[in-house]
């Protein structure tokens, strides 16, 4: 079992940056694909990034490459979500997600536990 709290969240204006965490609890964090989604108001749940167990391995959606950096401490539990260049097309809560299996993958049913999520409002 798998217990994901994110945090970092906030209003920002287009053109900042913000670092969401997602902390994990229990001991399979280091043994599980990571994962950062968002959903939009009245939109789907939209992938963002993933990460390989080991952090060596990372995959982004198109929108968000080049501005978006997901990064992983495994002593620490927690996975990070670097945001930079922030558009307001940004806007909405991104939550975190964990996989017991062990490829990158960007479908949402493919993951096992989920966090509540955090807003991210951006200005323009």
């Known amino acids: 079992q798998v217990q994901l709290v994110e945090s970092g969240g906030g209003l920002v204006q287009a053109g900042g940056s913000l670092r969401l965490s997602c902390a994990a609890s229990?001991?399979?964090?280091?043994?599980?694909?990571m994962g950062w989604f968002r959903q939009a108001p009245g939109k789907e749940r939209e992938f963002v990034a993933t990460i390989s167990r080991s952090g060596t391995n990372t995959y982004y959606s198109d929108s968000v490459k080049g501005r978006f950096t997901i990064s992983r401490d495994n002593a620490k539990n927690t996975m990070y979500l670097q945001m930079n260049s922030l558009k307001p097309e940004d806007t909405a809560v991104y939550s975190c997600?964990?996989?017991?299996?062990?490829?990158?993958?960007?479908?949402?049913?493919?993951?096992?536990?989920w966090g509540q999520g955090t807003q991210v409002t951006v200005s323009s």
């Open positions: 229990g001991r399979t964090f280091s043994t599980s694909v």
């Open positions: 997600a964990a996989a017991k299996q062990g490829y990158l993958t960007v479908v949402p049913g493919s993951y096992d536990y």
